[in-house]
Nanobody
Framework: QVQLVDSGGGSVQPGGSLRLSCTAS???????MGWFRQAPGKEREFVAA????????NYADSVDNRFTISRDNAKNTAYLRVNDLKPEDTAVYYC?????????????????WGQGTQVTVSS
């Protein structure tokens, strides 16, 4: 049974930082992994993605180089470091995984999803 467990969310003040984690189980060779987010009343949007080997990454323009995606294949875990958080970053953050090694910004191309972790940014 494939399972993605994402964690690390919380409530922070503007300018704060968090590190989100996503651990996959039940996958023998996890492909590309991505992070998406969904704010209240809005559609889910792409945040960042990383290739299987960790060499290639891509980011949404909206994160302005404040976010960094990485992965540790020995732990079958992907991370999203989020810095200089803004109130507009408030959302539920979801990790996703796909069989292909190529990172994608399209949520339809990901087969496996985590349950989501809440990030709230407010003063």
């Amino acid at each position: 049974q494939v399972q993605l467990v994402d964690s690390g969310g919380g409530s922070v003040q503007p300018g704060g930082s968090l590190r989100l984690s996503c651990t996959a189980s039940g996958l023998t060779n996890t492909g590309a992994m991505g992070w998406f987010r969904q704010a209240p009343g809005k559609e889910r949007e792409f945040v960042a993605a990383i290739s299987r080997d960790g060499v290639f990454t891509n980011y949404a323009d909206s994160v302005d180089n404040r976010f960094t995606i990485s992965r540790d294949n020995a732990k079958n875990t992907a991370y999203l470091r989020v810095n200089d958080l803004k109130p507009e970053d408030t959302a539920v953050y979801y990790c996703a995984a796909r069989a292909s090694s190529i990172p994608s910004s399209r949520d339809a191309e990901y087969k496996f999803w985590g349950q989501g972790t809440q990030v709230t940014v407010s003063s």
